[in-house]
């Protein structure tokens, strides 16, 4: 059974006899049934009864009706109410649109809306760059899906999948004051998507294309780029290969090895993957093996498509053939980036001294990070319960407040190379080692750093 966390958290009411021996039995009861108690609040008081609110951590929602029950089974203790902390903090959704100026006057009225309000549209018909500068443009991204790729639940739908474009919204406009919109699309046809994201385009300064399967996700990326005058973003590449390379940066330093001098091995040929492989060779790689489902991705492998033989023109210098363990020996970097459990003790342990493992598979990794710490000296994770985090989060919003900040027509790899480097840069020389290659998403410090590398580089590119 997995730890129980804060994601499986529920407040249990109950009442229970005020000289009885109920309440010290609750913390008991809980621990035994595998829980954690969080908090314990008496919100009533009377002369014969205690209303108690018993918040506990427990592992998932199985396991929180087993600790209810065992609560149940306490003699003196009634059960009122039982919320699910993390359904209580979505009901009516996790964002909200506010005005950034009071109405309270016919004034007010007149220069928000009518008739002061005409000349703001007459001002951007002359010229609709004045949108960037006079409406919420200048601050505002959309952060599009079909719903077809959501996190570890797979094709879920638009519906399914708004509460996490929510999510996505809220972490924008905590870490970079942006105001992001969710848009859920109920279409998954590549020509629908991409018509429907460029007729919506002038309310936005950029635009985040989230969870949507490979390998339409390539072509859609690649059309509204070149259709559209303000960047595109798609954060499960892009996003996921800023964080990898700034952590193997990062993880290089710690073992004393450079990029350009390191074999890396690499598990995963689909979005993320792909984004990691391009970043990494433009950081200067120069020795790397793909493999996916059917073993290593090279020119004479039949029946491969157009972005396999990519990375087959672009990678294996040796022309190495077979499975994932036949190339696993010897390499200095593994980088995962596709299914539980691909990678053994033993394919680590054939490892290159001072080896990294990057086993990004979300939620069971490529293989468990205690069993490679065994072996290898660096090791990172998709996982928020061990250490090296490789999160998403420490890009997006600095990207795009660089981006917006520099009110740029587009995006190129420079920009993306910038953001890594900003992220590794946070981590000092003496705060650098094996268990500390990233910095957290809460640093005071990394979004800021982000934003201001983002800005200087899209800059340069469009003065260049």
């Keep these: 059974m997995p730890s129980p966390s804060v994601s499986y958290s529920i407040t249990v009411r109950l009442e229970v006899p005020a000289g009885g021996s109920a309440v010290s039995e609750l913390t008991t009861v809980v621990e035994k049934a595998g829980g954690i108690v969080t908090a314990l609040d008496v919100t009533g008081s009377h002369t014969e009864v205690l209303k108690i609110d018993l918040t506990v951590a427990?592992?998932?929602?199985?396991?929180?009706?087993?600790?209810?029950?065992?609560?149940?089974?306490?003699?003196?203790?009634?059960?009122?109410?039982?919320?699910?902390?993390?359904?209580?903090?979505?009901l009516g959704g996790v964002i909200e649109v506010a005005t950034k100026h009071p109405l309270r006057t016919r004034d007010d009225l007149s220069m928000i809306y009518t008739p002061g309000v005409a000349r703001i549209s007459e001002a951007i018909a002359r010229d609709k760059e004045d949108a960037r500068r006079l409406t919420i443009k200048r601050n505002a991204v959309a952060v599009i899906t079909d719903g077809s790729a959501v996190l570890g639940l797979g094709n879920i739908g638009p519906h399914a999948a708004l509460p996490v474009?929510?999510?996505?919204?809220?972490?924008?406009?905590?870490?970079?004051d942006i105001d992001a919109w969710p848009l859920c699309l109920d279409t998954h046809?590549?020509?629908s998507i991409v018509e429907t994201v460029a007729?919506?385009?002038?309310?936005?300064a950029g635009i985040?294309?989230?969870?949507?399967?490979?390998?339409?996700?390539?072509e859609i990326e690649d059309r509204l780029r070149a259709r559209l005058d303000i960047p595109v973003f798609h954060d499960d590449q892009h996003g996921t290969a800023i964080v990898a390379l700034a952590a193997l940066r990062n993880a290089l330093r710690v073992v004393g090895k450079d990029l350009a001098g390191v074999r890396i091995v690499m598990s995963g040929a689909g979005a993320a993957g792909t984004a990691i492989l391009k970043l990494v060779l433009e950081a200067g790689a120069t020795d790397v093996v793909v493999c996916d489902i059917d073993g290593v991705v090279h020119g004479g492998r039949p029946g491969i498509g157009r972005q396999l033989a990519w990375i087959a023109e672009h990678t294996n210098p040796r022309a190495l053939v077979g499975s994932l363990p036949d190339v696993i020996g010897g390499a200095d970097v593994f980088i995962g980036v596709s299914a539980p459990n691909v990678l053994s003790v033993q394919d680590v342990e054939s490892m290159a001294d001072g080896a990294i493992v990057f086993a990004l598979a979300n939620p069971t990794p490529e293989i468990d990070p205690a069993l490679a710490r065994a072996h290898a000296t660096v090791v990172a994770t998709g996982r928020s319960d061990y250490p090296n985090q490789i999160n998403n989060v420490l890009a997006f919003p600095g990207v795009f407040r660089g981006l917006l900040d520099a009110q740029s027509h587009g995006i190129g790899t420079d920009v993306l190379l910038a953001a890594s480097e900003a992220i590794a840069a946070t981590v000092s020389d003496d705060e650098l080692n094996a268990n500390y290659?990233?910095?957290?998403?809460?640093?005071?410090?990394?979004?800021?750093?982000?934003?201001?590398?983002?800005r200087a580089a899209a800059v340069e590119a469009a003065d260049g």
């Design 58 to 90: 427990t592992s998932d929602t199985e396991h929180a009706d087993q600790v209810v029950a065992a609560l149940r089974a306490i003699g003196d203790a009634d059960v009122k109410k039982v919320s699910d902390r993390t359904f209580l903090m979505h």
């Design 165 to 176: 474009m929510e999510g996505k919204a809220a972490l924008f406009k905590t870490f970079a």
């Design 189 to 191: 046809d590549v020509d």
């Design 199 to 204: 007729a919506i385009s002038p309310g936005f």
């Design 208 to 218: 985040n294309l989230e969870d949507i399967a490979a390998p339409k996700c390539f």
């Design 437 to 454: 290659i990233i910095p957290s998403v809460f640093h005071p410090e990394v979004h800021d750093r982000v934003a201001e590398a983002v």
